[in-house]
Structures are given as C-alpha cells and as structure tokens.
C-alpha cells in the first residue's frame, strides 16, 4: 500500500471546512415555555432536575428558572421566566419571552430552540381544543405603527425553520402563529390576526423567533389549543378550563418532536 500524500490531511481539512455549519447531529436542545403548569409535565418526563441556586448561569436577580439533562444523547434546557417577583404569577408574554430566549442563546448556546405552549385557536381555520401546531409562520397583532416600513417591522412576520419531516413524521397540524401580550383579543387586533391569516394566537411566539433570527438559531414552535377565541366561551373561562388536559397534550407532542430530533441533523428535520 503506497503511504498516504501528505495533500490528504490537507484535503481532508478543507472539505471539513466546507461543510454547512451544523451539519453534525443535533446535541443541544432549548425549550422555552412560559408558565409552569406547561414545564412540570416535561421535566418530569425528560427526567430533568432544577439548576441549584449555586449553579444559576442567570443574572442576579431574574427570576428564570433552568431545569436541564441528558436524554437520547441530547442535553435538553427546559427554561421559563420564573414568576413575577411582585405580583407571583407566571412571567409570560413577549418581554420575558425575549428575555429569556436571549440570555440562553448567548449562554448555553442551543443548536435548536423548541417554544412550546399552549395557545387559542380559531375554529374557522380547523383549530379544535387539544389540537397540535407547528407554527410555519409568526406574526405580531399587537404592534400598530401605522409608518411605512414601520408598519411591517411592527408586524414582524417571518417564516419558521421548517421541518417538514418532523410534519410527515409525525403527523402534527400546521397553521401560522400570531402573537400579542394580551390573553383576549380587541377588535384591533381581531383585524390583525385575520390580516396575519393565523390558525393560533399565542402570547410569546413572534418574540422568540425574533432573537432567535438575531442569532441565526433555529426554532420550532409547538402550540396546543386551550380555548377557541372564535366560539362561544370567554377565552379565560375556557383557557383555565382546559389547561391541565391540554398541556398533557402538548407533554405529548413536544416529547414526539424530541424523540424524533435525537440522532439527527439539522437539515433532517
């Protein structure tokens, strides 16, 4: 056998630098989730323990809450905003939510956000409670700057990293995702949310996929019904009725998604 060139090394080196970035399987997972009714079911099922006081990577002072572990040879994040010092309620919305997102993309440095939660549908577009999403598109209702250029950047509207085979796989619905910082919705935003053609509404969504665009991270959203905004029951009513089986739903959905990414690339989803 002749001895190897020394071109190979060489060779070897420059297509390794040729190829895509991420293109080794996928070993970091975040998921951000707003309220701890939706974490506890997955951190018990990806069997993840809560950070100790003495091992925070979080600023002093923010309440977020990291839960972490290792699971089918992915180290999985499970993070929410904690609750709100004052008032004690969960921290959701669109600043945490940015916040959050933020923070852990610079320190724990994910290869894929999950965003999961729950969130309202709409019947006239196939939504029924218990229901599945993947959000192909997000959008944002509830920006109103009537400015041109303003105007689209306060809608924000972005496509999501898609993955169509996670869609085929497993066999999830898929509408677009607006998102607000309020639970009910307005007729302004009423008006917004046909224009933004969505399936789901959502209070965090648009916002994680903001900063996740910002540093070129990829992210999934999956969102599960808890009340229909276009029926008859108020939408708190309905939210705080259904939550508990819905989140069972989305515990099932998020852990599909998961099983299915373990072992894979990015450009396998």
Same mark, same amino acid.
């Given at each position: 056998?002749?001895?190897?060139? $020394?071109?190979?090394?060489?060779?070897?080196?420059?297509?390794?630098?040729?190829? #895509?970035?991420?293109?080794? +399987?996928?070993?970091?997972?975040? !998921?951000?989730?707003?309220?701890?009714?939706?974490?506890?079911?997955? !951190?018990?099922?990806?069997?993840? %323990?809560?950070?100790?006081?003495?091992?925070?990577?979080?600023?002093?002072?923010?309440?977020?809450?990291?839960?972490?572990?290792?699971?089918?040879?992915?180290?999985?994040?499970?993070?929410? #905003?904690?609750?709100?010092?004052?008032?004690?309620?969960? $921290?959701?919305?669109? %600043?945490?939510?940015?916040?959050?997102?933020?923070?852990?993309?610079?320190?724990?440095?994910?290869?894929?956000?999950?965003?999961?939660?729950?969130?309202?549908?709409? =019947?006239?577009?196939?939504?029924?409670?218990?229901?599945?999403?993947?959000?192909?598109?997000?959008?944002?209702?509830?920006?109103?700057?009537?400015?041109?250029?303003?105007?689209?950047?306060?809608?924000?509207?972005?496509?999501?990293?898609?993955?169509?085979?996670?869609? =085929?796989?497993?066999?999830?619905? %898929?509408?677009?995702?607006?998102?607000?910082?309020?639970?009910?919705?307005?007729?302004?935003?009423?008006?917004?949310?046909?224009?933004?053609?969505?399936? !789901?509404?959502?209070?965090?969504?648009?916002?994680?996929?903001?900063?996740?665009?910002?540093?070129?991270?990829?992210?999934?959203? !999956?969102?599960? %019904?808890?009340?229909?905004?276009?029926?008859?029951?108020?939408?708190?009513?309905?939210?705080?009725?259904?939550?508990?089986?819905?989140?069972? +739903?989305?515990?099932?959905?998020?852990?599909?998604?998961?099983?299915?990414?373990?072992?894979?690339?990015?450009?396998?989803?």
């Amino acid at each position: 056998m002749a001895p190897p060139s $020394s071109e190979e090394p060489a060779a070897a080196a420059a297509a390794a630098a040729a190829e #895509p970035a991420g293109a080794g +399987a996928i070993s970091k997972v975040l !998921v951000v989730i707003a309220m701890q009714t939706e974490a506890l079911p997955l !951190v018990t099922r990806f069997q993840l %323990v809560e950070a100790a006081a003495d091992e925070s990577i979080f600023p002093k002072g923010a309440p977020w809450t990291r839960y972490h572990g290792d699971y089918k040879g992915l180290h999985i994040d499970l993070v929410w #905003p904690g609750k709100d010092p004052l008032l004690g309620v969960d $921290s959701v919305g669109t %600043v945490s939510a940015a916040l959050v997102t933020y923070a852990c993309i610079q320190l724990l440095k994910p290869d894929l956000i999950i965003n999961a939660g729950t969130a309202g549908g709409f =019947k006239a577009r196939g939504a029924g409670i218990g229901d599945v999403f993947l959000a192909s598109d997000v959008a944002f209702h509830d920006r109103r700057i009537p400015i041109p250029v303003f105007d689209s950047y306060g809608v924000g509207a972005r496509k999501t990293f898609a993955t169509p085979n996670i869609v =085929k796989e497993l066999n999830l619905k %898929v509408g677009k995702l607006s998102t607000g910082d309020s639970l009910d919705m307005s007729p302004h935003d009423e008006t917004a949310i046909l224009s933004n053609e969505a399936t !789901v509404k959502d209070m965090e969504g648009a916002a994680v996929a903001y900063v996740a665009d910002l540093f070129s991270t990829p992210a999934i959203f !999956v969102k599960a %019904v808890t009340d229909i905004v276009d029926g008859e029951k108020p939408t708190a009513e309905e939210f705080l009725q259904n939550l508990i089986s819905v989140t069972m +739903a989305l515990d099932q959905a998020v852990m599909q998604v998961v099983d299915f990414i373990s072992g894979k690339c990015i450009s396998d989803l």
